[in-house]
C-alpha cells in the first residue's frame, strides 16, 4: 500500500514538472510573437497561427491549457498588449495595473 502511495505522489510530481514545462514553452511562443509583432506587426497572426496548429495545440493541452478559440483571442489580445511575459507576470506590473484600475474606478 505504501508503494502504492509513493509511486503515485512520484508520477503527480512528474506530471506537474512536464506542464510547468510546456508552460515554459507557450510564453516563450508568447515572447517571440511580442517580438514579431514589434519588428513586423504581425505578432497577434502568428500567435493565433502557432495556437491552432497541431503542435500549438498539443503544447496548450500539455501545459493544462484548453486550445479553444476563446483562449486563441486571448493569446491575440496579449501579444497586442505588447508587455513582455515576465513583466507581464512580475509583482510590479501587477500592482501598477491595480492601482490604474482603480484609480478609472474612480474617475467614473
Not at 514589434?38 to 493565433?48: C, D, H, T, V, W
Not at 492601482?99 to 474606478?105: R, T
Amino acid at each position: 500500500m505504501r508503494d502504492f502511495v509513493d509511486g503515485s505522489a512520484f508520477n503527480f510530481e512528474q506530471g506537474q514538472r512536464a506542464r510547468k514545462l510546456f508552460a515554459a514553452v507557450v510564453l516563450a511562443a508568447l515572447d517571440d510573437a511580442i517580438a514579431d509583432d514589434k519588428k513586423y506587426g504581425n505578432g497577434a497572426e502568428q500567435i493565433a497561427r502557432w495556437a491552432r496548429s497541431r503542435d500549438g495545440r498539443e503544447v496548450l493541452s500539455c501545459a493544462g491549457i484548453d486550445p479553444n478559440e476563446r483562449v486563441v483571442k486571448g493569446l491575440m489580445e496579449f501579444v497586442s498588449k505588447g508587455v513582455r511575459t515576465s513583466v507581464a507576470l512580475s509583482r510590479e506590473e501587477s500592482e501598477r495595473r491595480m492601482a490604474a484600475e482603480a484609480e478609472e474606478a474612480e474617475a467614473a
